[in-house]
């Protein structure tokens, strides 16, 4: 069964730095693209970035909002995905879902229970 | 920049069929996803490839890509189906949502 467990979630001042992990289990981790989607409360699905497998370059892909602040990255030794999160804003404040994705369709499968981050002073 | 764009809202009576739209400039060139979320849930893939539903998802969701519209077609709604929907497709190496459809069962 695949489950992705997402934690690090936080209260944080604007300004500041968080790191999200996710915890992937029951597929081959290695050959999986991975995916964060966030969710501003009360708002739809916003697409972070995704990151391919090392065998197709290991490379990632990011939304424009968040592209030069935020750097998705991968441990595959460890089955982790992350999220590192700099000069985070208010507009940042999101429910954060891990997910995988097809690498073939571009399909986001699976997805976690989501990491609650709140940028506020 | 691309956008997708879905109805804020669709109702359904229970037993009907509930339709979902969702539309983009030569959408139908592109593999569109559907996701169902109810509240407080993560969301769930429901339909992928335009009209492949994964393992576990009812048969009476379905889904099409042509032209400019993808639609998602739910046959013999239930009130379990009651949740939002969101589209999905990738334009070059961006993944975009639609801003989803929030489908009513009464």
């Known amino acids: 069964e695949v489950q992705l467990v997402e934690s690090g979630g936080a209260l944080v001042q604007p300004g500041r730095s968080l790191r999200l992990s996710c915890a992937a289990s029951g597929f081959t981790f290695s050959s999986a693209w991975m995916n964060w989607v966030r969710q501003a409360p009360g708002k739809g699905l916003e697409w972070v970035g995704r990151?391919?497998?090392?065998?197709?370059?290991?490379?990632?892909d990011y939304g424009a909002p968040v592209k030069g602040r935020f750097t998705i990255s991968r441990d595959d030794s460890k089955n982790m995905l992350y999220l590192q999160m700099n000069s985070l804003k208010s507009e940042d404040t999101a429910v954060y879902y891990c997910?995988?994705?097809?690498?073939?369709?571009?399909?986001?499968?699976?997805w976690g229970q989501g990491t609650l981050v709140t940028v506020s002073s | 920049s691309y956008e997708l764009t879905q109805p804020p809202s669709v109702s359904v009576s229970p037993g009907q069929t509930a339709t979902i739209t969702c539309s983009g400039d030569?959408?139908?060139?592109?593999?569109a996803c559907w996701f169902q979320q109810k509240p407080g849930q993560s969301p769930v893939l429901v339909i992928h490839q335009n009209g492949n539903r994964p393992s576990g998802i009812p048969e009476r969701f379905s889904g099409s890509n042509s032209g400019n519209t993808a639609t998602l077609t739910i046959s013999g709604t239930q009130p379990m189906d009651e949740a939002n929907y969101y589209c999905q497709a990738w334009d070059r190496s961006t993944a975009i949502f639609g801003g989803g459809t929030k489908l009513t069962v009464l």
């Open positions: 030569e959408l139908g060139d592109k593999y």
């Open positions: 997910t995988t994705l097809d690498s073939d369709y571009g399909s986001l499968d699976y």
């Open positions: 990151i391919r497998s090392k065998t197709d370059g290991g490379t990632a």
